[in-house]
């Protein structure tokens, strides 16, 4: 019927101006209801095909829509139903947008706090737009909406700030950061163009941490210093020693005694110092590299104490050793093991009282954090003691507690540096206790052999 209705409608015009021209001018009606029918035929194909097209882009809109719930309609409702699929298909789309610009921005917020460096963006007012995890953790949290300077606090970071929203693109500076232990940070500032508007994000601010790098530039500028002056002490000495033989003491005989031993105690000094130089290039090389060999603990134990039995008989001390029957083997690199002992025990012969013992302990005991068994090497001495604010640098290059007093034992103040860089080599641990007027402890732990470094 609707297919009907719509042909009549589209036919009737011809009908009644082909009935008019039969009236008026005399128009054979046989050819009139020809020309009808062949004008109603032409319209029915047109109107066939124009329906197929119409219903085939329905279909393809309620596809692409995603409604399942609606169906082709009749003839007479195509039109209707075609304009509610394209307004659900409208729908669907800016739901799509919507939803990929949620995402885009949530996949922002990831891509910002995976950075571990502080990121901050900008607007023009100095707001602060979006801020990552390593941001907050610096400046503190609920940054966004705040304005930059209340976190960031730094003159030279702010004005940098300014310069990029008056039209600079690109600044850095550097900056110490206060706190329990004082930062240095490199800070680049950067500007975004895009819209001039307050609001729109204008720069951002990264921050580097660079206290490790300083620190580092210190301690190899300390390190040149150092060795420098622990070197140039002595060749002083020889070289003053050196004209005096060769000028007024020339065929003084006496004084060429005299100095003779001085001169050989400078030259064993600076011999010892290069040594110790080279062997703490070398472990700091190969530190990365965890050994794969194993050592016998008794027996480096016993190689050290028959090197150092004229020592201590010299200060007339005496060594005590005592080893868990289960703790024999190490993991490890025998030589390198040999000389933890040896600069640990050879300590505790200089800083030890004459007169007492020095105590080697050996026993395997629990990791902390219930992880792998560990080996504990102790040497303890019965000295003066060390006072707990030079302890936690002990380890450090050339550092001394008494630096008159180490110079005089022939210590290079690398000894302990050196411990540590082999202990850290064998993924181990030192710790250091220490009682006035009682003695010091050195602890080495050590992880146990596995089968593979038993077999």
Known sequence: MVRLRALAAVAAPTAIALGALCWFADLAVDA????VGL????????LWRYERSLARTLDHALTVSGDVTMSRPAVGGLSGAYAAACARLEGRWKAD???AAAAAGTGLERVLDGVPEPLVVIDRRRRVLRANRAAERLLGGDLVGRDIAGSLRHPAVLDALDRILGGVQHQEVEFSWPGAVERSFAGHVAGLGGAPAETAPAAVIALYDLTAVKRLERLRADFVANASHELRTPLA??????????????EDREAAERFLPVMRQQAERMARLVSDLLSLSRIELDEHTLPSGRADLRQIIQTVLDALERQAKENDMTFAVELDPGVTMLAGDPDQLLQVLQNLIDNALKYGRRGTTVRIRGRQAAAPGAGQP???IAVS???GGIAPEHIPRLTERFYRVDTARSRALGGTGLGLAIVKHIVNRHRGTLSISS?????STFTVALPVPGPMENG
């Open 237 to 250: 000495t020889l070289l003053g020693f050196i004209e005096t033989l060769q000028g007024p003491a020339r």
């Open 39 to 46: 004008v109603t035929l032409a319209h029915a194909a047109l």
């Open 97 to 99: 947008l919507a939803s």
């Open 374 to 376: 560990i080996i504990e």
């Open 435 to 439: 009682e006035l007027g009682r003695g």
């Open 32 to 35: 009139a209801v020809l020309a």
């Open 381 to 383: 001495d019965e000295g």
